[in-house]
Protein backbone atom coordinates (compact mmCIF):
# COMPACT_ATOMS: atom_id res chain seq x y z
CA UNK A 1 0.00 0.00 0.00
CA UNK A 2 1.34 3.31 -0.92
CA UNK A 3 0.49 6.43 0.61
CA UNK A 4 0.77 9.72 -2.08
CA UNK A 5 0.19 13.44 -1.08
CA UNK A 6 -2.32 13.45 -3.11
CA UNK A 7 -4.17 10.57 -1.13
CA UNK A 8 -3.00 12.66 2.22
CA UNK A 9 -4.52 15.78 1.73
CA UNK A 10 -7.94 14.34 1.02
CA UNK A 11 -7.78 11.85 3.84
CA UNK A 12 -7.49 14.78 6.09
CA UNK A 13 -9.59 17.32 4.57
CA UNK A 14 -12.35 14.46 4.50
CA UNK A 15 -11.80 14.00 8.44
CA UNK A 16 -12.29 17.55 8.99
CA UNK A 17 -14.75 18.04 6.63
CA UNK A 18 -16.64 15.34 8.38
CA UNK A 19 -15.71 16.61 11.88
CA UNK A 20 -17.17 20.06 11.06
CA UNK A 21 -20.59 19.08 8.90
CA UNK A 22 -21.37 16.28 11.71
CA UNK A 23 -20.88 19.26 14.37
CA UNK A 24 -23.44 21.79 12.65
CA UNK A 25 -25.77 18.70 12.11
CA UNK A 26 -25.43 18.12 15.90
CA UNK A 27 -26.45 22.09 16.67
CA UNK A 28 -22.48 22.91 17.92
CA UNK A 29 -20.65 25.89 17.23
CA UNK A 30 -17.79 25.80 15.27
CA UNK A 31 -14.63 27.44 14.80
CA UNK A 32 -11.33 26.99 12.74
CA UNK A 33 -7.96 28.03 13.59
CA UNK A 34 -5.60 28.16 10.59
CA UNK A 35 -2.35 26.83 10.91
CA UNK A 36 0.58 29.06 10.03
CA UNK A 37 2.15 26.16 6.84
CA UNK A 38 0.32 24.40 4.44
CA UNK A 39 -0.07 20.85 4.35
CA UNK A 40 0.27 18.34 1.68
CA UNK A 41 -0.43 19.58 -2.21
CA UNK A 42 -0.88 23.11 -0.69
CA UNK A 43 -3.90 22.12 1.11
CA UNK A 44 -4.46 24.72 4.47
CA UNK A 45 -4.57 23.42 7.68
CA UNK A 46 -6.79 24.02 10.79
CA UNK A 47 -7.02 23.44 14.51
CA UNK A 48 -10.99 23.28 14.47
CA UNK A 49 -13.20 23.74 17.33
CA UNK A 50 -16.86 22.95 18.12
CA UNK A 51 -18.89 23.49 21.08
CA UNK A 52 -22.01 23.44 22.66
CA UNK A 53 -24.24 23.11 25.76
CA UNK A 54 -23.94 26.11 28.74
CA UNK A 55 -20.81 28.35 28.27
CA UNK A 56 -22.08 29.35 31.84
CA UNK A 57 -21.95 26.05 33.08
CA UNK A 58 -19.54 25.47 36.45
CA UNK A 59 -18.43 22.26 34.14
CA UNK A 60 -16.40 21.43 30.81
CA UNK A 61 -15.58 18.30 29.38
CA UNK A 62 -13.33 18.62 26.69
CA UNK A 63 -12.11 16.01 24.24
CA UNK A 64 -9.36 16.38 21.51
CA UNK A 65 -7.87 14.58 19.14
CA UNK A 66 -4.33 14.78 17.02
CA UNK A 67 -1.67 15.75 20.10
CA UNK A 68 0.26 13.01 17.74
CA UNK A 69 -0.59 14.38 14.36
CA UNK A 70 -1.10 10.89 12.34
CA UNK A 71 -2.92 9.88 15.72
CA UNK A 72 -6.13 12.02 14.92
CA UNK A 73 -7.18 9.78 12.36
CA UNK A 74 -8.41 7.55 14.71
CA UNK A 75 -9.36 10.32 16.96
CA UNK A 76 -11.10 12.26 14.49
CA UNK A 77 -13.39 9.51 13.46
CA UNK A 78 -14.07 8.97 17.46
CA UNK A 79 -15.65 12.48 18.17
CA UNK A 80 -17.36 12.76 14.75
CA UNK A 81 -19.68 9.54 15.53
CA UNK A 82 -20.12 10.70 19.51
CA UNK A 83 -21.21 14.23 17.47
CA UNK A 84 -23.45 12.42 14.90
CA UNK A 85 -24.83 10.10 18.23
CA UNK A 86 -25.39 13.39 20.31
CA UNK A 87 -23.45 11.16 23.10
CA UNK A 88 -22.82 14.93 24.81
CA UNK A 89 -26.42 16.42 24.12
CA UNK A 90 -25.80 19.79 22.62
CA UNK A 91 -28.59 21.67 24.59
CA UNK A 92 -27.02 20.16 28.11
CA UNK A 93 -27.67 23.01 30.83
CA UNK A 94 -25.42 21.59 33.40
CA UNK A 95 -22.23 20.92 31.09
CA UNK A 96 -20.46 23.17 28.63
CA UNK A 97 -18.93 20.63 26.31
CA UNK A 98 -16.28 21.34 23.78
CA UNK A 99 -14.13 19.52 21.62
CA UNK A 100 -10.72 20.37 19.26
CA UNK A 101 -10.20 18.62 16.50
CA UNK A 102 -6.56 18.11 15.02
CA UNK A 103 -4.44 19.61 18.10
CA UNK A 104 -1.00 19.43 16.29
CA UNK A 105 -2.64 19.59 11.98
CA UNK A 106 0.49 19.69 10.61
CA UNK A 107 1.52 16.42 11.79
CA UNK A 108 -2.26 15.26 11.11
CA UNK A 109 -1.95 15.70 7.60
CA UNK A 110 1.94 15.24 6.99
CA UNK A 111 1.25 11.61 8.73
CA UNK A 112 3.61 12.53 11.09
CA UNK A 113 3.68 11.78 14.99
CA UNK A 114 5.51 15.21 15.37
CA UNK A 115 4.51 18.78 14.74
CA UNK A 116 6.37 21.27 12.05
CA UNK A 117 9.63 21.26 13.97
CA UNK A 118 9.87 17.91 14.87
CA UNK A 119 8.41 17.99 18.16
CA UNK A 120 6.49 15.51 20.26
CA UNK A 121 3.78 17.98 21.27
CA UNK A 122 3.75 15.47 24.72
CA UNK A 123 7.39 16.67 26.00
CA UNK A 124 7.05 20.22 24.76
CA UNK A 125 4.82 21.41 28.32
CA UNK A 126 7.40 21.92 30.09
CA UNK A 127 8.86 25.35 31.27
CA UNK A 128 11.47 26.55 29.19
CA UNK A 129 13.00 29.14 31.59
CA UNK A 130 14.40 26.35 33.59
CA UNK A 131 16.99 23.76 33.01
CA UNK A 132 15.63 21.62 30.08
CA UNK A 133 15.30 17.70 31.19
CA UNK A 134 18.03 15.39 30.05
CA UNK A 135 17.42 11.94 28.58
CA UNK A 136 21.29 10.31 28.77
CA UNK A 137 19.57 6.69 27.96
CA UNK A 138 18.09 8.35 24.92
CA UNK A 139 21.85 8.48 23.73
CA UNK A 140 22.68 4.52 23.53
CA UNK A 141 19.41 4.77 20.94
CA UNK A 142 20.19 7.37 19.35
CA UNK A 143 22.44 6.24 16.42
CA UNK A 144 20.18 3.13 15.93
CA UNK A 145 16.62 5.02 16.01
CA UNK A 146 18.09 8.16 13.59
CA UNK A 147 20.01 6.54 10.59
CA UNK A 148 21.07 8.86 7.26
CA UNK A 149 20.47 6.04 5.07
CA UNK A 150 17.06 4.20 4.96
CA UNK A 151 16.77 0.53 3.46
CA UNK A 152 16.11 -2.93 3.69
CA UNK A 153 18.85 -3.93 5.50
CA UNK A 154 18.85 -1.09 8.39
CA UNK A 155 15.19 -1.91 8.77
CA UNK A 156 15.63 -5.77 9.65
CA UNK A 157 18.60 -3.83 11.84
CA UNK A 158 16.35 -1.26 13.32
CA UNK A 159 13.64 -4.53 14.15
CA UNK A 160 15.83 -6.74 15.39
CA UNK A 161 17.96 -4.63 17.56
CA UNK A 162 14.53 -3.18 18.94
CA UNK A 163 13.52 -6.32 19.89
CA UNK A 164 17.11 -7.25 21.60
CA UNK A 165 16.85 -4.38 23.45
CA UNK A 166 13.57 -4.63 24.98
CA UNK A 167 14.40 -8.68 25.60
CA UNK A 168 17.36 -7.28 27.35
CA UNK A 169 15.79 -4.34 29.04
CA UNK A 170 12.42 -5.30 29.62
CA UNK A 171 10.43 -2.69 27.24
CA UNK A 172 9.54 -0.03 30.32
CA UNK A 173 13.33 0.67 30.30
CA UNK A 174 13.80 0.73 26.71
CA UNK A 175 10.34 2.47 26.06
CA UNK A 176 11.72 4.94 28.59
CA UNK A 177 14.91 5.43 26.81
CA UNK A 178 13.43 5.99 23.62
CA UNK A 179 10.36 7.76 24.37
CA UNK A 180 11.18 9.65 27.19
CA UNK A 181 12.05 12.69 25.53
CA UNK A 182 14.74 14.45 24.60
CA UNK A 183 15.84 18.01 24.32
CA UNK A 184 19.14 17.77 22.26
CA UNK A 185 19.19 16.70 19.25
CA UNK A 186 16.20 18.91 17.10
CA UNK A 187 16.59 15.91 14.24
CA UNK A 188 16.59 13.28 16.22
CA UNK A 189 12.91 10.82 17.07
CA UNK A 190 11.02 12.33 20.45
CA UNK A 191 12.31 15.69 20.25
CA UNK A 192 10.54 18.31 23.03
CA UNK A 193 11.49 21.77 21.33
CA UNK A 194 13.25 24.54 22.27
CA UNK A 195 9.69 26.68 23.04
CA UNK A 196 6.03 26.48 23.11
CA UNK A 197 5.09 25.28 19.59
CA UNK A 198 2.32 26.74 18.09
CA UNK A 199 0.05 24.19 19.01
CA UNK A 200 1.00 24.37 22.52
CA UNK A 201 0.50 28.32 22.46
CA UNK A 202 -3.22 26.96 20.58
CA UNK A 203 -4.33 24.97 22.70
CA UNK A 204 -3.33 27.03 25.72
CA UNK A 205 -5.35 29.41 24.37
CA UNK A 206 -8.20 28.08 24.02
CA UNK A 207 -7.93 26.63 27.77
CA UNK A 208 -7.91 30.16 28.64
CA UNK A 209 -10.74 30.76 26.87
CA UNK A 210 -12.88 27.61 27.55
CA UNK A 211 -12.06 27.41 31.41
CA UNK A 212 -13.68 31.12 32.16
CA UNK A 213 -15.99 31.00 35.36
CA UNK A 214 -15.56 27.14 35.11
CA UNK A 215 -14.86 25.20 38.60
CA UNK A 216 -14.49 21.64 37.09
CA UNK A 217 -13.63 20.28 33.99
CA UNK A 218 -12.48 17.04 32.70
CA UNK A 219 -9.82 16.79 29.59
CA UNK A 220 -9.78 13.92 27.71
CA UNK A 221 -7.16 13.42 25.27
CA UNK A 222 -7.49 10.48 22.32
CA UNK A 223 -4.20 8.38 21.13
CA UNK A 224 -3.22 5.59 19.51
CA UNK A 225 -0.02 3.33 19.24
CA UNK A 226 0.43 1.91 22.51
CA UNK A 227 -1.16 -0.75 23.98
CA UNK A 228 -3.47 -3.83 22.73
CA UNK A 229 -5.44 -3.80 19.72
CA UNK A 230 -8.34 -1.57 19.40
CA UNK A 231 -8.28 -1.62 22.94
CA UNK A 232 -8.59 2.19 24.98
CA UNK A 233 -6.85 2.52 27.89
CA UNK A 234 -7.67 5.49 30.30
CA UNK A 235 -4.11 6.93 31.97
CA UNK A 236 -3.81 9.95 33.90
CA UNK A 237 -1.06 10.84 36.68
CA UNK A 238 -1.56 11.50 40.38
CA UNK A 239 -1.78 9.44 43.27
CA UNK A 240 -4.94 8.24 44.85
CA UNK A 241 -6.07 10.08 47.52
CA UNK A 242 -6.34 13.13 45.47
CA UNK A 243 -9.40 14.56 45.19
CA UNK A 244 -9.35 14.16 41.28
CA UNK A 245 -8.11 10.56 41.48
CA UNK A 246 -11.21 10.12 43.35
CA UNK A 247 -13.29 12.05 41.10
CA UNK A 248 -11.47 9.87 38.38
CA UNK A 249 -12.70 6.77 39.92
CA UNK A 250 -16.47 7.90 40.18
CA UNK A 251 -16.61 7.96 36.39
CA UNK A 252 -13.86 5.24 35.22
CA UNK A 253 -13.33 2.53 38.11
CA UNK A 254 -10.78 1.00 35.42
CA UNK A 255 -8.61 4.20 34.97
CA UNK A 256 -5.00 3.42 35.10
CA UNK A 257 -2.83 5.87 37.61
CA UNK A 258 0.98 6.67 37.19
CA UNK A 259 2.89 8.55 39.77
CA UNK A 260 3.18 11.81 38.72
CA UNK A 261 7.35 12.23 36.98
CA UNK A 262 9.90 13.53 39.02
CA UNK A 263 11.94 16.45 38.29
CA UNK A 264 15.20 14.02 38.01
CA UNK A 265 12.83 11.79 35.77
CA UNK A 266 13.13 12.75 31.61
CA UNK A 267 9.87 10.50 31.19
CA UNK A 268 7.34 11.94 30.30
CA UNK A 269 7.81 15.54 31.04
CA UNK A 270 6.09 18.73 29.03
CA UNK A 271 2.80 16.33 28.66
CA UNK A 272 -0.24 18.14 27.63
CA UNK A 273 -3.13 17.19 30.22
CA UNK A 274 -0.28 17.89 33.29
CA UNK A 275 -0.34 21.75 32.28
CA UNK A 276 -4.11 22.25 31.67
CA UNK A 277 -4.16 21.05 35.64
CA UNK A 278 -0.97 23.24 36.27
CA UNK A 279 -2.78 26.07 34.32
CA UNK A 280 -5.85 26.02 36.91
CA UNK A 281 -4.68 24.97 40.31
CA UNK A 282 -7.74 26.65 42.14
CA UNK A 283 -10.27 24.77 39.83
CA UNK A 284 -10.87 20.77 39.88
CA UNK A 285 -9.13 19.97 36.43
CA UNK A 286 -8.83 16.25 35.59
CA UNK A 287 -7.07 15.65 32.00
CA UNK A 288 -6.90 11.93 30.95
CA UNK A 289 -5.19 9.89 28.08
CA UNK A 290 -7.30 7.46 25.90
CA UNK A 291 -4.88 5.46 24.41
CA UNK A 292 -5.47 3.01 22.07
CA UNK A 293 -3.20 -0.04 21.24
CA UNK A 294 -2.91 -0.56 17.14
CA UNK A 295 0.40 -2.24 16.36
CA UNK A 296 3.38 -4.43 18.10
CA UNK A 297 5.64 -1.76 19.99
CA UNK A 298 8.72 -3.07 17.07
CA UNK A 299 6.18 -1.84 14.24
CA UNK A 300 5.20 1.27 15.91
CA UNK A 301 9.29 2.32 16.49
CA UNK A 302 9.82 1.30 13.15
CA UNK A 303 6.98 3.65 11.37
CA UNK A 304 8.52 6.56 13.76
CA UNK A 305 12.25 6.29 12.97
CA UNK A 306 11.20 5.58 9.06
CA UNK A 307 9.16 9.02 9.03
CA UNK A 308 11.84 10.82 11.24
CA UNK A 309 14.52 9.72 8.21
CA UNK A 310 12.11 10.68 5.50
CA UNK A 311 11.68 14.20 6.66
CA UNK A 312 15.23 14.61 7.32
CA UNK A 313 17.22 12.75 4.64
CA UNK A 314 14.14 11.24 1.79
CA UNK A 315 11.61 13.08 0.07
CA UNK A 316 8.13 12.89 1.19
CA UNK A 317 7.09 12.60 -2.86
CA UNK A 318 8.44 9.58 -3.94
CA UNK A 319 8.03 5.95 -3.89
CA UNK A 320 9.76 5.34 -0.25
CA UNK A 321 7.92 8.46 0.86
CA UNK A 322 4.57 6.63 0.29
CA UNK A 323 5.05 3.78 1.52
CA UNK A 324 7.14 5.02 4.63
CA UNK A 325 3.51 7.26 5.19
CA UNK A 326 1.55 4.36 4.79
CA UNK A 327 3.71 2.84 7.23
CA UNK A 328 2.54 5.44 9.90
CA UNK A 329 -1.03 5.40 8.96
CA UNK A 330 -0.67 1.62 9.57
CA UNK A 331 1.05 2.13 12.92
CA UNK A 332 -1.54 4.49 13.92
CA UNK A 333 -4.80 3.96 12.67
CA UNK A 334 -6.81 1.10 13.00
CA UNK A 335 -7.33 -0.33 9.52
CA UNK A 336 -9.98 -2.80 10.60
CA UNK A 337 -13.81 -1.93 11.32
CA UNK A 338 -14.42 -4.00 14.05
CA UNK A 339 -11.57 -3.02 16.11
CA UNK A 340 -12.79 0.60 15.26
CA UNK A 341 -16.12 -0.26 16.28
CA UNK A 342 -14.71 -1.74 19.55
CA UNK A 343 -12.53 1.90 20.15
CA UNK A 344 -15.40 4.12 19.54
CA UNK A 345 -17.48 1.99 21.90
CA UNK A 346 -14.85 2.12 24.66
CA UNK A 347 -14.97 6.27 23.99
CA UNK A 348 -18.29 6.23 23.86
CA UNK A 349 -18.37 4.94 27.23
CA UNK A 350 -15.85 6.98 28.62
CA UNK A 351 -16.94 10.28 27.28
CA UNK A 352 -20.52 9.68 28.36
CA UNK A 353 -19.70 9.05 32.02
CA UNK A 354 -17.65 12.04 31.59
CA UNK A 355 -20.91 14.00 30.59
CA UNK A 356 -23.01 12.69 33.22
CA UNK A 357 -20.13 13.74 35.84
CA UNK A 358 -21.42 16.83 37.42
ZN1 LIG B 1 0.10 9.74 21.25
Redesign the pocket.
Known sequence: MMMDLAGMAERYLTARDTFLSNARKAGWQTESIAHPLQGPGGITLHTDIASAGNPDSDYLLMVTSG??GI?GYLGSEIQSRLLAEGIVAADARDCHAVMVHAVNPYGFAWHR?VNEDNVDL?RNFIDFDAPLPVNEDYEEFYSLLNPVEWNEQYEETLKGEAAAAIARLGLGPVFKAVSGGQYRYPQGLQYGGSGPSWSRQTIEAIWSRMMTGKKCATQIDI????GEPGVGVLLTYGAEEQARIRRARTMWEDIFVSPPPGSGDVMAQGVLGPRLEEMFPKEDVLAV?L?YGTLPPVDVLHGIAADNWLHHHGRIDSPAGSRIKQLMLDAFYLDDAGLREKAYLRARDVVSAAGRYV
Open positions: THERNHTGLVE
